[in-house]
């Protein structure tokens, strides 16, 4: 259970390191180069310049319609730039070592949770591994007692962490997030936060995730990016060290501010 | 569960049957309806014993049975692999998929001189009806059945990069299966009542050859009886495909309040 001492339990020297590699700022993994996209000629983004370093936590702000699930989309191969390029490693981008987060848990409600979360892994493989993995992982999600269950027996919290856990499963090597917690209650949400923080260090992937809650992003993030008018306008690196509480002053006042900046462009 | 706990639990609804067929024995047995328009309900079961345990019953319900699920087979098979291609493939749908509405609304039995010009009047003749008439139910059903797959599925089925194997088998067939079964059922209902057309108007053998003949030797027993064995086989269909409908579609909430209740 991911309650909420267990998130203390996090190792902060872990955390440490990290903040350390990224500090050198060399590190670039994922590169967006001006990417655009317009849908029937009403441009959308008008060139994403960004840059993210290997394991970087990176959250994406701005205000309804700017085109940030679109932006997902795109890293997720659902949608191809109409111009731009995205490297990876300094190769060109594939997009199959993503895995795309919805809102939604988009689970396939015919099948139980264990089948739900091995599709993801390839068909070919035996299929006494794939359940055992599936099974340390609905574990780790907190779900092992539901396992033969299918997803409509499930709350909304419960559906979102099969669908972290199928996307844990297959080992991305990035994870692109639409506001996945959007649709929760609040306790539920800083339950799945935490737990998220905590898969997210234990495994070393690259974490961009939508949002529209700022203190989300700040709790979170180890960047956040604001787009506006079709391209990134913010991008301010948060150097906090973890774990980060939700109601520390700094913290607060990180938030005010950029709730401030926010509300100025949707007065503009 | 079983045939008997079934009936337990129905056994509100079955006081009004009952009650009718013992209203209808007394009136006949009083004269108030003559024998030659309507027979009692014991002279229909006594009926019913003498072909039963002649065998010729059992002989006549296979046969028409082997019709009725031939023409379903090929009928059935065909509306689910038009229907299934059409679902998938945009450009075959837009080449085919006119075609067939007009052709669907052509009544089926409409085409039974037709028919019995291009088959005569031996089994094809039947089995072709049969199947034509299922065929547009379970067509068209399968086609909205893959047509109403939840577009984000399909889409998160291409985050994980399944094949196009598991999309098919994994996806798109689980979801248009409520579809797809409703498109039996009603398929079943057609393929009797195309059936009991087709035997009446020409057979040599079969249910509907045993109402013809009981018909001219003026025993009204024994067409009352077919009329019955066809309600009955027509019921039995229905309740086989909804047993599958309950095993297959568990996972579906609709399914599961029942359960429940
Ligand atoms: N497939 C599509 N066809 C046409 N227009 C689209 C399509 N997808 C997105 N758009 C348009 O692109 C714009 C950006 O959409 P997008 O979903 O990326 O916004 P968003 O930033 O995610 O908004 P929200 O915060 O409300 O989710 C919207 O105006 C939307 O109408
Ligand atoms: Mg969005």
């Not at chain 1, 409600?109 to 992982?137: C, F, G, Q, Y």
């Not at chain 1, 799945?192 to 961009?208: A, Y």
């Not at chain 2, 039996?184 to 509907?208: D, K, N, P």
């Given at each position: 259970?991911?309650?909420?001492?267990?998130?203390?339990?996090?190792?902060p020297?872990?955390?440490?390191?990290?903040?350390?590699?990224?500090?050198?700022?060399?590190n670039?993994?994922?590169?967006?180069?001006?990417?655009?996209?317009?849908?029937?000629?009403?441009?959308?983004?008008?060139?994403?310049?960004?840059?993210?370093?290997?394991?970087?936590?990176?959250?994406?702000?701005?205000?309804?319609?700017?085109g940030k699930?679109?932006?997902?989309?795109?890293?997720?191969?659902?949608?191809?730039?109409?111009?731009?390029?995205?490297?990876?490693?300094?190769?060109?981008?594939?997009?199959?070592?993503?895995?795309?987060?919805?809102?939604?848990?988009?689970?396939?409600?015919?099948?139980?949770?264990?089948?739900?979360?091995?599709?993801?892994?390839?068909?070919?493989?035996?299929?006494?591994?794939?359940?055992?993995?599936?099974?340390?992982?609905?574990?780790?999600?907190?779900?092992?007692?539901q396992?033969?269950?299918?997803?409509?027996?499930?709350?909304?919290?419960?559906?979102?962490?099969?669908?972290l856990?199928?996307?844990?499963?297959?080992?991305?090597?990035?994870?692109?997030?639409?506001?996945?917690?959007?649709a929760?209650?609040?306790?539920?949400?800083?339950?799945?936060?935490?737990l998220?923080?905590?898969?997210?260090?234990?495994?070393g992937?690259t974490?961009?995730?939508?949002?529209?809650?700022?203190?989300?992003?700040?709790?979170?993030?180890?960047?956040?990016?604001?787009i506006?008018e079709?391209?990134?306008?913010?991008?301010?690196?948060?150097?906090?060290?973890?774990?980060?509480?939700?109601?520390?002053?700094?913290?607060?006042?990180?938030?005010?501010d950029?709730?401030?900046?926010?509300?100025?462009?949707?007065?503009? | 569960?079983t045939?008997?706990?079934?009936?337990?639990?129905?056994?509100?609804?079955?006081?009004?049957?009952?009650?009718?067929?013992?209203?209808?024995?007394?009136?006949?047995?009083?004269?108030?309806?003559?024998?030659?328009f309507?027979?009692?309900?014991?002279?229909?079961?006594?009926?019913?014993?003498?072909?039963?345990?002649?065998?010729?019953?059992?002989?006549?319900?296979c046969?028409?049975?082997?019709?009725?699920?031939?023409?379903?087979?090929?009928?059935?098979?065909?509306?689910?692999?038009?229907?299934?291609?059409?679902?998938?493939?945009?450009?075959?749908?837009?080449?085919?998929?006119?075609?067939?509405?007009m052709?669907?609304?052509?009544?089926?039995?409409?085409?039974?001189?037709?028919?019995?010009?291009?088959?005569?009047?031996?089994?094809?003749?039947?089995?072709?009806?049969?199947?034509?008439g299922?065929?547009?139910?379970?067509?068209?059903?399968?086609?909205?059945?893959?047509?109403?797959?939840?577009?984000?599925?399909?889409?998160?089925?291409f985050?994980?990069?399944?094949?196009?194997?598991?999309?098919?088998?994994?996806?798109?067939?689980?979801?248009?299966l409520?579809?797809?079964?409703?498109?039996?059922r009603?398929?079943?209902?057609?393929?009797?009542?195309?059936?009991?057309?087709?035997?009446?108007?020409?057979?040599?053998?079969?249910?509907?050859?045993?109402?013809?003949?009981?018909?001219?030797?003026?025993?009204?027993?024994i067409?009352?009886?077919?009329?019955?064995?066809?309600?009955?086989?027509?019921?039995?269909a229905?309740?086989?495909?909804?047993?599958?409908?309950?095993?297959?579609?568990a996972?579906?909430?609709?399914f599961?309040?029942?359960?429940?209740?």
């Amino acid at each position: 259970m991911i309650t909420f001492d267990s998130c203390k339990t996090l190792e902060p020297h872990h955390n440490l390191n990290n903040a350390q590699i990224r500090s050198t700022g060399n590190n670039v993994d994922l590169l967006l180069e001006k990417i655009a996209k317009s849908f029937d000629n009403k441009p959308v983004l008008k060139g994403i310049d960004l840059s993210i370093e290997q394991h970087e936590f990176v959250a994406v702000l701005g205000k309804s319609g700017c085109g940030k699930s679109t932006l997902l989309r795109i890293l997720g191969g659902l949608e191809q730039p109409d111009s731009g390029r995205i490297l990876k490693a300094g190769k060109s981008y594939q997009a199959d070592k993503t895995r795309v987060l919805f809102q939604e848990p988009r689970l396939l409600p015919w099948l139980n949770l264990l089948d739900n979360v091995t599709l993801a892994l390839p068909d070919r493989w035996n299929k006494e591994k794939s359940r055992k993995m599936a099974h340390d992982i609905l574990l780790k999600v907190d779900l092992q007692d539901q396992i033969n269950s299918w997803p409509s027996y499930l709350s909304g919290g419960q559906k979102q962490r099969v669908a972290l856990a199928r996307a844990l499963i297959s080992t991305p090597q990035i994870l692109a997030m639409d506001e996945p917690f959007s649709a929760l209650d609040a306790l539920t949400r800083f339950n799945m936060q935490h737990l998220l923080e905590q898969v997210w260090i234990e495994n070393g992937f690259t974490v961009i995730l939508v949002t529209h809650d700022v203190g989300e992003a700040i709790l979170l993030a180890d960047r956040v990016v604001l787009i506006e008018e079709g391209i990134i306008t913010q991008n301010i690196a948060i150097d906090f060290p973890r774990p980060r509480k939700v109601r520390c002053h700094t913290l607060n006042d990180l938030e005010n501010d950029l709730l401030d900046q926010l509300l100025k462009i949707k007065a503009a | 569960m079983t045939l008997l706990s079934i009936f337990y639990r129905n056994r509100a609804g079955w006081f009004l049957p009952a009650g009718i067929l013992f209203l209808w024995e007394i009136a006949v047995y009083t004269n108030f309806i003559s024998m030659r328009f309507m027979p009692s309900p014991s002279s229909v079961a006594l009926a019913a014993m003498q072909k039963i345990l002649s065998g010729e019953l059992f002989i006549a319900i296979c046969i028409s049975a082997t019709r009725a699920f031939s023409g379903l087979l090929i009928g059935g098979l065909s509306g689910f692999g038009l229907g299934v291609l059409n679902g998938i493939s945009h450009n075959f749908r837009a080449y085919t998929d006119t075609t067939l509405q007009m052709i669907r609304n052509i009544p089926h039995v409409a085409l039974i001189p037709l028919v019995i010009i291009w088959f005569g009047i031996n089994e094809n003749a039947k089995i072709f009806l049969v199947a034509l008439g299922v065929f547009f139910p379970i067509y068209a059903n399968t086609l909205l059945g893959i047509q109403s797959v939840d577009p984000h599925l399909l889409e998160m089925g291409f985050v994980y990069r399944l094949s196009r194997f598991q999309q098919f088998f994994k996806i798109m067939i689980p979801g248009a299966l409520p579809s797809i079964l409703i498109g039996l059922r009603y398929a079943l209902g057609v393929m009797w009542l195309t059936l009991i057309i087709a035997e009446t108007i020409s057979t040599s053998a079969g249910l509907g050859y045993m109402t013809m003949q009981a018909r001219e030797f003026l025993r009204i027993d024994i067409v009352v009886l077919i009329i019955c064995i066809y309600a009955l086989l027509g019921k039995l269909a229905d309740s086989i495909v909804r047993f599958f409908e309950r095993r297959l579609l568990a996972w579906h909430p609709s399914f599961q309040l029942e359960r429940v209740s």
